[in-house]
């Protein structure tokens, strides 16, 4: 259950109805860029979202976060199914202003993925979500919850939970906010719990095939109990998505790191051509920050790699380094491409004081080495190009793999 830190609606921000679909939603109007849809997860609702909401609306999109039907201020429906949410998300969407982008958190992620290929999204982001069943830890308390769910009503199984967080020495959260969490448990339809409590133990798997728009996978490095980071790692390579870890987070990143998750949202849905948006210099900057992307081994490989890191450079307000990293990232993946071996990763991370830019290959035979006047013996002369404009370059040797990085004072 992710727990908001604060009910009190931001300024800008207010409480709508799409009342032909029965929903309930959170919105706040921007201007000229598009719009946002926030589908929450199981047990949650649109407040999960309040602390994302103002800054990425003061980037000038309209943010809209909803309750699923049977969830919290949204009306119950007579049956429940995966299909049937996403119905709900494409319909919302229909109704915002144009591109759109859905970012669905957990349980919300599975139903965004459903929704992909339903609707001409702008981006689909997958937030601590994944494919396949959820982490074997969750097993045992969603098959009492869904025993329970038959058996007691929502009081009484709230007031089971809050005894045993007491006794479990798990502190209460300030009262206000324990409040909420009361009303939300009590107005959400048991039937619809049930169901996605079901989903999670089936753990239908991801298909992605058809899917609109830039795909993101992202999860908070410090979850634990959702879906593992390989199943999340694996998605995102399968279906040919970025991957982003942030920074300390764990399963909410909306609520536990919410200025580390709306700079990576922003840097993912704004282009670095877009003259609509400017950026000053390390803005959302996040020390710890890694964006992932998988890359096949051909000449649009290049291209993709240089656009990935340069949107990001740009989004974090270094743009004064972009060229630099633009021919470094080139180099590196021109190499990898020549030189390596199945499926190529190019990884961008943010560290205290400098950005890295890291390509990894599956051949760890042939690597780049100083070898006198001529420079760098794989990779010529362009590889000796990193050597010059990078502060710091090297690399690592696996058993299978090898990768190879160079470092860009931020």
């Not at 139903?111 to 339903?118: F, M, N, T």
């Not at 869904?146 to 089971?160: N, R, S």
């Not at 448990?185 to 619809?192: H, N, Q, S, V």
Request: aromatic content about 6%.
């Amino acid at each position: 259950m992710s727990t908001p830190r604060s009910i009190a609606l931001p300024t800008g921000v207010r409480r709508v109805r799409f009342d032909d679909l029965g929903i309930a939603a959170l919105r706040a109007d921007g201007h000229s860029m598009g719009s946002i849809l926030l589908a929450p997860g199981f047990t949650g609702s649109k407040e999960d979202f309040l602390a994302l909401i103002a800054p990425m609306n003061a980037m000038g999109w309209t943010v809209v976060a909803i309750d699923h039907r049977g969830q919290y201020e949204s009306d119950p429906r007579d049956e429940y199914s995966l299909d049937i949410w996403a119905d709900d998300v494409c319909a919302v969407a229909s109704t915002l202003p144009g591109p759109v982008r859905l970012v669905g958190h957990s349980l919300g992620g599975l139903i965004a993925g459903r929704a992909a290929a339903r609707f001409d999204w702008a981006g689909v982001t997958l937030l601590n979500s994944g494919s396949g069943p959820i982490h074997q830890s969750q097993h045992d308390r969603l098959k009492l919850l869904i025993q329970a769910l038959e058996h007691f009503t929502p009081e009484q199984i709230w007031q089971a939970k809050v005894a045993g967080d007491e006794a479990n020495g798990i502190a209460a959260p300030p009262p206000e906010i324990m409040a909420f969490l009361h009303q939300r448990w009590l107005r959400t339809d048991p039937r619809g719990m049930a169901v996605m409590a079901r989903i999670l133990l089936d753990g239908p798997l991801q298909d992605l095939q058809g899917a609109h728009g830039r795909l993101l996978v992202a999860f908070g490095v410090e979850d634990p109990d959702s879906w593992s980071w390989q199943a999340q790692v694996d998605l995102a390579s399968r279906w040919k998505a970025r991957l982003a870890t942030i920074p300390g987070a764990a399963h909410s990143p909306a609520v536990e790191a919410p200025e580390a998750t709306a700079a990576l949202l922003s840097a993912t849905f704004i282009e670095a051509s877009d003259p609509r948006c400017v950026r000053p210099r390390r803005s959302g900057y996040e020390v710890g920050m890694q964006i992932v992307t998988p890359l096949a081994a051909d000449s649009a490989a290049i291209r993709r790699a240089r656009k990935t890191v340069i949107d990001q450079l740009w989004a974090w307000g270094l743009s004064d380094i972009a060229d630099d990293a633009e021919i470094i990232t080139s180099e590196l993946v021109t190499n990898a491409i020549a030189h390596g071996g199945g499926l190529i990763e190019l990884r961008l991370s943010a560290l205290d004081d400098r950005v890295r830019i890291t390509v990894m290959d599956g051949n760890p035979h042939d690597v780049p080495k100083v070898a006198g006047d001529r420079g760098l013996e794989i990779g010529g002369r362009g590889m000796a190009l990193v050597q010059a404009l990078a502060t710091d370059w090297g690399l690592e040797i696996g058993t299978e793999s090898k990768q190879v990085w160079a470092e860009l004072a931020a």
